[in-house]
């Protein structure tokens, strides 16, 4: 009673300490999360490393890609040449940075694909519902029926071949996963308190479902496009290994490969490298949207 009293202690309040940890700004926790994890820093530095090489290839490569010099043929990786050269003395190393920006423009065009008719197509079956619903996925169910790679295939064989066929097949073949994920998280949202609440004030349903529903069931749907951009990295590789890509002298990732297995006994780093480069880049992808989804907000 004497210390309520006490003007001195009225007016200099000493605060007493916490038993709870204590606060942590943004960026040191940012920090903490990141040395806990030197794996997801090495992907992370993977990934800026491709993305630069494919807007700024003459960065890291300032040579032609479609340069050959005989007298430097299938020379193993050294100090001259970090991949080594390829069968008609081109640099490997100058063609896989160079071709970061094409493997990555196909990969680019997939993912959207994928991500823009899939979440529509989730979205309007999981906020209509009823026979609109029924009907959109049973064509999902019919795209899951059926193996990626050759749903790919029999739609490239009917736009042709090339970067950009290849990319929207592949695009096509993965519309299923998100229309599924899209629907479920519309669902989930569609039956919230603060949607019941827009649609009894009367607000019309194309504002609630731009304003309410798509926001918030998005999240999820960004996740999977990030995973499915590793995925879909291997599957324009793979068609491009096939030769359904651009035409050489390109140099698509799995066109490099598909060029260096035929030298795999006299020159393997033909092969090699561009295939290390590949699953390089999509275990740092998978790495990155591993530490999205959901890793980040257990770590506090």
Known sequence: MTDLLDPRTAADPTPTPSSGRPPTTGRARLG???RRRP???VSILVIVFVLVSAVFPALFAPGDPTLAVPRQRSLPPGPGHW??????????WTRVVHGTSLSLQATLIAVAVALVVGGLIGLLAGFVGGW?????????????AIPPILLALALIAALGFGTTNVAIAVGVASVAQFARVMRAETMRIRGTVYV????????????TLGRHVLPNAAGPVLVLAVLEFGLAILA??????????APPPAPEWGSLVSEGRNYLATA?????????TIAATVLSVNRVSKALDGEWGRDR
Request: glycine share 12%; proline share 2%.
């Open 32 to 34: 903490r999360f990141l």
């Open 39 to 41: 794996g997801l820093v």
């Open 83 to 92: 991949f080594g050269t390829d069968y008609l003395g081109r640099d490997v």
């Open 132 to 144: 609109v619903d029924e009907v959109l996925m049973r064509v999902v169910d019919v795209l899951l």
């Open 196 to 207: 019941e609440a827009a649609r009894a004030v009367g607000t019309r349903w194309w504002v």
């Open 236 to 245: 324009v590789s793979s068609l491009s290994f096939l030769g359904y890509g």
């Open 268 to 276: 393997w780093w033909m092969c090699a490298m561009p295939g290390l």
